[in-house]
């Protein structure tokens, strides 16, 4: 079984500074895929960024950038010069093995303010 | 191209009433996921189907949920007897296939209410 897990309460940060969001995984299977969703106040779910687990580099996207420490099973969200329409709940997701389903974690409230 | 279509947008239900939620996954995408989620809360696994093979229902909180899948295409989700507790969104979601690397392409998800 795979499992991700969210535990910071919700998070804020000033404009324009960066921030970290933290997720940790557990699965036994060594292949796995990891990603990061964000889900504003309208709903919907946008992909963000992916990282495989036998990627030897850390995946970036525009401003995202996951902190991947594979020995502590760990893969944080770095948003760099936070925007006020980064304001929106974050899930942590993973997939072990192919062909298996995404699972989520609780996700990751974040306030952007001005 | 289109996105993943999801319908109704929005469904109040009578408690004891069964519903039906319908997805229509982006053409070609081999992978179907159905997931639950009440306000503020995070997503809830409810079934996966990929390609051909028996989905995975480990999700469905109870036999009252069931859902199919035909032609490999378009997904009904259905809901006998609904509960006050069924109320949540229900969210559909398809990926090009069952590779680790394929992200999700979510709808905009179906909002029940049961009264």
């Known amino acids: 079984a795979q499992k991700i897990t969210q535990t910071q309460p919700g998070m804020f940060v000033q404009e324009k500074e960066a921030v970290t969001l933290d997720c940790t995984y557990d699965?036994?299977?060594?292949?796995?895929?990891l990603f990061w969703y964000k889900q504003p106040s309208s709903g919907e779910m946008i992909f963000l960024i992916y990282?495989?687990?036998?990627?030897?580099q850390n995946a970036t996207e525009g401003r995202y950038s996951l902190n991947f420490q594979k020995a502590r099973k760990s893969a944080n969200l770095v948003i760099s010069a936070s925007q006020l329409g980064d304001s929106a709940m974050y899930f942590c997701?993973?997939?072990?093995?192919?062909?298996?389903?995404?699972?989520f974690g609780k996700g990751i409230t974040l306030s952007v303010r001005p | 191209g289109a996105g993943v279509s999801q319908s109704p947008s929005n469904k109040v239900t009578e408690k004891g009433k069964d519903v039906e939620l319908r997805c229509d996954p982006i053409?070609?995408?081999?992978?179907l996921y159905w997931y639950r989620q009440s306000l503020g809360q995070g997503l809830e696994f409810l079934i996966y189907?990929?390609?051909?093979?028996?989905?995975?229902k480990s999700g469905l909180p109870s036999d009252r949920f069931s859902a199919e899948r035909t032609g490999g295409s378009v997904s009904t989700l259905t809901i006998q007897r609904t509960q006050q507790e069924d109320s949540a969104v229900y969210l559909c979601?398809?990926?090009?296939?069952?590779?680790?690397?394929?992200?999700?392409?979510f709808g905009n998800g179906t909002r029940l209410t049961v009264t």
């Open positions: 053409s070609g995408h081999t992978a």
């Open positions: 997701a993973i997939v072990a093995g192919a062909n298996s389903k995404l699972t």
């Open positions: 990282q495989g687990s036998y990627d030897q």
């Open positions: 699965t036994s299977d060594p292949s796995y895929g």
């Open positions: 189907f990929q390609g051909n093979s028996a989905p995975d």
């Open positions: 979601a398809s990926s090009q296939s069952g590779q680790l690397n394929s992200p999700l392409h």
